[in-house]
């Protein structure tokens, strides 16, 4: 696979469907919405879901809905150029939630966490609120409902990290309204007998975004790194789109919580010397590790998914991630403050 040297060669990387998720959205009936597409993973996932479906169909057109404010026209003006019905609306506006058109499949992405520190009533609203009114609308449709590995407590640096049976223990009102939209989800879906899926995930990385870029902006800046969260869980987000888009398949009621991440814990430590290496830089590194971390264990999403996983190897994404920065490639300027201890975001 040839390195991404271009936003568009970037957005192709990400959006290519697999096989599974072709032959998923091939065995799945009707339209597929996502709410909340606008963001950091919404514009490739919703462009895969569009490329597997023209795949999946021979001929029979189904809809993928792409639903946002879309602060970013561009995006939804590529997204309708690729066959993607573009829908704006504010899901805080429940008679805007009660218009859009109901479909069988939902991909519900919509939440907010920077800034939930300053304005955490905003937090909830959007994590907790939105997540009821959805849930109303899409009464007993297929969901996959993005949450975070947040909602776990730490555990031990040398352990494989939270697993789903683990009880959540969130830290700070953003892992808590998460939670609060968990609980709100798998509610309506009992009530309304909508197979859910509360995907659970830390952290994607796009190049763009993500712990590896964040690392390797500092590294190239000379800010020293904190290696007090001493360990981290990455996943391609390529790798996490498509993963979202077989778990449609695999809702229950009451709903399952899935951990999606990458099969291997690093220390932040190991990541940052080695994109180094890659950047010609050597890290300067502050703080002790502590005893703990934000780790999740995904160990059983291949059981259900009832397949094995082809996960993009760390190695290629270190390299890929270490030229983008190199080349001054574009930014999306959202560090994942993944070394946040205090759940203050």
């Known amino acids: 696979m040839t390195a991404p040297d271009s936003p568009a060669a970037l957005d192709d990387a990400l959006s290519t469907p697999s096989p599974a998720v072709v032959r998923t959205l091939q065995q799945l009936d009707g339209d597929l919405i996502v709410l909340g597409a606008g963001g950091k993973m919404g514009p490739s996932l919703t462009r895969m879901a569009r490329r597997a479906m023209d795949a999946a169909d021979g001929g029979r057109r189904?809809?993928?809905i792409a639903v946002s404010r879309w602060t970013d026209p561009a995006a939804a003006a590529s997204?309708?150029?690729?066959?993607?019905?573009?829908?704006?609306?504010?899901?805080?506006?429940?008679?805007?939630?009660?218009a859009l058109p109901w479909a069988p499949n939902v991909m519900f992405m919509a939440g907010q966490k920077f800034g939930s520190g300053g304005d955490p009533a905003q937090t909830w609203a959007m994590n907790a609120i939105v997540p009821a009114w959805c849930g109303e609308r899409f009464a007993g449709a297929r969901q996959v409902v993005f949450s975070t590995g947040n909602v776990y407590p730490f555990t031990r640096m040398a352990g494989p990290g939270a697993n789903e049976q683990m009880a959540p223990a969130p830290v700070g009102e953003y892992a808590m309204s998460c939670l609060g939209r968990e609980r709100v989800m798998s509610a309506l879906g009992a009530r309304h007998r909508s197979p859910v899926v509360l995907y659970r995930l830390n952290y994607a990385c796009a190049l763009t975004y993500?712990?590896?870029?964040d690392l390797a902006l500092q590294i190239r800046d000379g800010v020293p790194v904190s290696v007090t969260m001493g360990a981290v869980n990455v996943i391609w987000q390529g790798d996490a789109n498509a993963i979202a888009l077989q778990l449609l398949a695999h809702g229950s009621v009451p709903a399952v919580p899935v951990n999606v991440t990458g099969a291997e814990t690093h220390t932040v430590r190991a990541l940052a010397t080695a994109l180094g290496q890659r950047l010609g830089h050597t890290p300067v590194f502050h703080g002790e590790e502590a005893a703990d971390a934000l780790l999740s264990d995904a160990r059983a999403l291949p059981v259900r998914l009832g397949t094995d996983l082809d996960p993009m190897p760390i190695d290629r994404l270190?390299?890929?991630?270490?030229?983008?920065?190199?080349?001054g490639l574009p930014l999306l300027a959202k560090a994942t403050k993944f070394e946040v201890r205090d759940g203050r975001f």
């Not at 997204?79 to 009660?98: F, K």
């Open 318 to 327: 270190l390299d890929w991630t270490a030229a983008w920065v190199s080349d």
């Open 210 to 213: 993500g712990v590896l870029t």
């Open 62 to 64: 189904r809809e993928v």
């Open 79 to 98: 997204l309708a150029a690729d066959g993607v019905r573009v829908l704006t609306a504010d899901l805080l506006d429940r008679p805007a939630v009660d």
